[in-house]
């Protein structure tokens, strides 16, 4: 038989879709997946096969096919596991041995428990989201956070929207579309690829008017640039990288007395805003949004998932009559925060009332100031549960590292930290990465060295048991 006669033969014996349909009635497995998850997941796998046949690819024979009971079960046992994929949702628990705390890739911040219960709660009932209760009428959707952020901050007012690269965009909008801003040139960062800063002030419809150069701005510099169509000076956090050397910078507060001497608004873009001083904690000092405040600003932006440790959000605070104008602004609806970032967000500005209780309840910031002696308890941990397996191919050590802030906050920061490095005898180190990375949960770690290495700062304590099983699981396959 030429091979061409032998394809078809193969391609007449490949049972159907409705007879797979049929076959599939008596696997409970199917009880609960919906119809066409069902069809398109068998149509999917015989596509496979059939196409298999046609290329030769796989080691199909007429052997395989006569059997039909046999090839039927097969088909259905990969028809489960494509189907058990499509219903499994692809938003999903990640477990970060990064030790990037702030790690944008794997969803910035944790909330706090008070954030999500609070979340849980307004989620499933109706709010007073837009209804003012004591007037009975039409209330102001973000106007749940503004007292705290007042409060926090010691602004005059506030106004929350989608993110802070929202809350730059409509700032600059609102204060000087058609008119130049004012920006040192060792202040023009991009910010995660898509966030750039002369790219939203030309989306913005200002004018960009560069100063200084890339290590020296000085305040004359700004005093030169201003002419009469000048609408706002701006300052903005190099968040992701630093400038060291021979450097100068103009502070906050020099610009602020340059603005109200030529009746110039000043604008921070914070980046990461924070309320707590690290310094304190022996980490180095970023400017706090009370600072900013104080040093008369007359807007600040800052994020709401970076250093704060809240939902995403872009946070505005400032002067009264400015901020009026902002939340008037059309551009302020298409960048509106949803009630559930409200639910969470003001439950996390509510913790820093106490900034104990916030450093201390706060996932980002806890993970952030726990004492290393906490981190290689875990690690010790971790390191038990893996020797418990039992498996003679395993090495396990703990070892020294260090953990970085991220989300564009204390960029040279190297915080010391305790890590588990894992290697196993007959098995690649990219192997043991690949297999953490598809494990359900994935665990996302590091190669270095020659060892997947584990960062114990930001993997959470339930998550000990998850890796251990992970572990397992891929040394019984190996
Ligand atoms: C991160 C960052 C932004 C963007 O904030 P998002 O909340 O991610 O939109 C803007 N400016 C600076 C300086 C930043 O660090």
């Given at each position: 038989m030429d091979v061409n006669d032998n394809k078809k033969t193969l391609l007449r014996m490949l049972p159907g879709v409705d007879n797979i349909l049929e076959h599939s009635k008596t696997e409970p497995f199917f009880e609960n997946i919906p119809k066409s998850v069902l069809v398109r997941s068998i149509r999917n796998i015989v596509d496979d096969l059939r196409n298999a046949i046609l290329d030769g690819r796989q080691n199909i024979t007429e052997n395989d096919l006569t059997e039909k009971n046999l090839i039927v079960s097969k088909i259905l046992k990969k028809v489960i596991g494509l189907a058990e994929s499509i219903m499994s949702p692809n938003l999903m628990h990640t477990i970060n041995?990064?030790?990037?705390?702030?790690?944008t890739n794997l969803g910035r911040s944790l909330l706090s428990t008070d954030a999500v219960e609070n979340l849980l709660l307004i989620s499933g009932r109706y709010s007073n989201l837009e209804f003012d209760l004591s007037a009975g009428k039409r209330g102001i959707r973000y106007s749940c956070v503004e007292d705290i952020l007042c409060e926090l901050s010691g602004a005059e007012s506030a106004m929350v929207v989608n993110n802070n690269a929202g809350a730059v965009l409509l700032c600059l909008e609102t204060i000087a579309r058609g008119k130049k801003v004012v920006v040192s040139r060792g202040e023009l960062v991009e910010i995660?690829?898509?966030?750039r800063i002369p790219d939203v002030m030309a989306k913005s419809g200002c004018i960009l008017k560069e100063v200084g150069t890339t290590n020296r701005t000085r305040l004359k510099d700004y005093e030169n640039a201003i002419e009469n169509d000048t609408g706002l000076l701006l300052k903005v956090h190099t968040s992701n990288y630093s400038i060291v050397g021979f450097t100068a910078s103009v502070s906050l507060k020099e610009m602020v007395e340059l603005g109200t001497k030529y009746h110039i608004p000043v604008m921070e873009?914070?980046?990461?805003?924070?309320?707590?001083?690290f310094s304190k904690y022996g980490m180095s000092k970023e400017p706090t949004v009370q600072e900013s405040v104080a040093s008369g600003a007359d807007v600040v932006t800052f994020s709401g998932d970076k250093l704060l440790g809240g939902p995403q959000a872009g946070i505005i605070v400032g002067k009264k009559d400015i901020l009026d104008k902002i939340k008037q602004n059309p551009l302020t609806r298409a960048l509106r925060i949803d009630k559930l970032t409200l639910a969470a967000l003001e439950s996390t500005m509510r913790l820093y009332r106490d900034p104990d209780k916030a450093l201390e309840k706060i996932p980002t910031l806890r993970m952030l100031t726990v004492p290393i002696s906490q981190i290689e308890e875990k690690a010790r941990q971790l390191g038990m549960i893996l020797e418990d397996?039992?498996?003679?191919?395993l090495c396990v050590k703990i070892i020294d590292r260090s953990s970085k802030a991220g989300g564009g906050a204390l960029p040279l920061l190297d915080i010391p930290t305790k890590c588990a490095g894992v290697k196993v005898k007959g098995m690649s180190v990219n192997s043991i990465e690949r297999y953490m990375r598809v494990n359900r949960p994935p665990v996302i770690g590091r190669i270095e060295e020659d060892m997947f290495i584990m960062d114990l700062r930001t993997v959470q304590d339930d998550e000990l048991q998850m890796i251990g099983e992970a572990f397992n699981n891929m040394l019984k396959r190996a």
């Open positions: 041995a990064t030790g990037v705390v702030v790690h995660g690829g898509s966030f873009d914070l980046g990461s805003g924070t309320f707590i001083d397996i039992g498996n003679l191919n």
